[in-house]
């Protein structure tokens, strides 16, 4: 049986599923793409590669084995995008909560079956189809649990709009000893600098007391002031749009003071390590093409 935990984004890590990116098909056609990013990249003909994602990938998981983390990857299916663990569940506690992904992700949530398995059926929760949630909106800060939504009248218009209010609802009621806070993020279908497609494309709390941010990942200044009233500025590193864009917030912490990112990162990354951090660089470039980086391809089982 799996024993779950996790309570927030960077304490010392024990288990985690990693996407994999073998047999991710083809590149897409424009119209099968679900977010900007791959459409642009698709556009410009630079859409990555199997093998360049295989082996940033392989980069990923050579840093877990360091550091003695068991990694569980998901079964292969044929011609299949199965990079982004991170969105198909999530755990809060002791808790496995099966996302309400976008219906063309949804195969990949059958390919983890076989670890969902191993969890104590009690403790593996499945939402009601109204409630819309994805893991990479879902952000835990011990009492608090950070969601990313979307509240436009016109949610149903947005394919980059994962979790609707039902999903922070249920949240809410199923963890009615945290605080649940919603963040009305900003969407577009069109420019990927301007969408924050999930909550990590725009903020990770990092250490302690520290966060990434990127403040007009916000609709609304008022969400971003909250998270400067609760981690105070200081402690809070500012990205511009192109930093957001190239996903500087969805870097990946293994421990308090260890954080995997992207090794073109460096303003970042020496902020990090002025703050005492270690700093475990890999190529991630290519992955990112698919507005996604190392926190999306990850979902956390056992925290410290
Ligand atoms: N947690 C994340 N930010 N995941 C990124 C997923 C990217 C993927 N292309 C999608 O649109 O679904």
């Given at each position: 049986?799996?024993?779950?935990?996790?309570?927030?984004?960077?304490?010392?890590?024990?288990?985690?599923?990693?996407?994999?990116?073998?047999?991710?098909?083809?590149?897409?056609?424009?119209?099968?793409?679900?977010?900007?990013?791959?459409?642009?990249?698709?556009?410009?003909?630079?859409?990555?590669?199997?093998?360049?994602?295989?082996?940033?990938?392989?980069?990923?998981?050579?840093?877990?084995?360091?550091?003695?983390?068991?990694?569980?990857?998901?079964?292969?299916?044929?011609?299949?995008?199965?990079?982004?663990a991170r969105d198909i569940a999530?755990?809060?506690?002791?808790?496995?909560?099966k996302a309400?992904i976008?219906?063309?992700r949804?195969?990949e949530v059958?390919?983890i079956?076989?670890?969902?398995?191993?969890?104590?059926?009690?403790?593996?929760?499945?939402?009601?189809?109204?409630?819309?949630?994805e893991g990479?909106?879902?952000?835990?800060?011990?009492?608090?649990?950070?969601?990313?939504?979307?509240?436009?009248?016109?949610?149903?218009?947005?394919?980059?709009?994962?979790?609707?209010?039902?999903?922070?609802?249920?949240?809410?009621?199923?963890?009615?000893?945290?605080?649940?806070?919603?963040?009305?993020?900003?969407?577009?279908?069109?420019?990927?600098?301007?969408?924050?497609?999930?909550?990590?494309?725009?903020?990770?709390?990092?250490?302690?007391?520290?966060?990434?941010?990127?403040?007009?990942?916000?609709?609304?200044?008022?969400?971003?002031?909250?998270?400067?009233?609760?981690?105070?500025?200081?402690?809070?590193?500012?990205?511009?749009?192109?930093?957001?864009?190239?996903?500087?917030?969805?870097?990946?912490?293994?421990?308090?003071?260890?954080?995997?990112?992207?090794?073109?990162?460096?303003?970042?990354?020496?902020?990090?390590?002025?703050?005492?951090?270690?700093?475990?660089?890999?190529?991630?470039?290519?992955?990112?093409?698919?507005?996604?980086?190392?926190?999306?391809?990850?979902m956390?089982?056992?925290?410290?």
């Amino acid at each position: 049986m799996l024993e779950l935990n996790v309570k927030n984004e960077t304490s010392r890590l024990k288990a985690v599923v990693l996407g994999i990116a073998n047999s991710n098909g083809p590149t897409p056609k424009l119209e099968e793409a679900y977010d900007p990013k791959s459409k642009e990249h698709i556009l410009a003909g630079t859409y990555p590669v199997e093998s360049d994602m295989v082996k940033e990938m392989k980069a990923l998981n050579g840093v877990f084995e360091k550091y003695g983390v068991d990694v569980y990857r998901p079964h292969l299916i044929k011609d299949y995008n199965q990079i982004f663990a991170r969105d198909i569940a999530f755990v809060i506690d002791d808790l496995f909560i099966k996302a309400n992904i976008l219906p063309d992700r949804e195969q990949e949530v059958e390919a983890i079956q076989y670890i969902i398995d191993q969890i104590d059926t009690s403790k593996v929760i499945t939402p009601p189809e109204k409630v819309h949630i994805e893991g990479g909106d879902v952000m835990l800060w011990d009492d608090h649990i950070f969601v990313g939504t979307y509240k436009g009248s016109d949610y149903k218009n947005y394919i980059t709009a994962r979790t609707n209010m039902y999903g922070v609802d249920f949240i809410k009621e199923l963890f009615p000893n945290k605080t649940v806070k919603e963040f009305d993020l900003v969407k577009s279908k069109l420019e990927p600098r301007d969408n924050a497609l999930h909550l990590d494309c725009c903020f990770q709390p990092i250490g302690s007391n520290k966060g990434i941010i990127f403040k007009n990942g916000f609709r609304e200044e008022q969400d971003y002031m909250y998270l400067v009233e609760l981690f105070g500025k200081e402690n809070l590193f500012h990205i511009d749009r192109e930093e957001m864009y190239h996903m500087y917030s969805n870097v990946f912490s293994i421990a308090p003071d260890v954080v995997i990112t992207e090794r073109n990162f460096t303003r970042l990354n020496n902020w990090l390590r002025e703050h005492g951090m270690t700093v475990e660089e890999i190529p991630y470039a290519e992955i990112s093409k698919q507005e996604g980086l190392l926190r999306c391809s990850t979902m956390p089982l056992i925290r410290e």
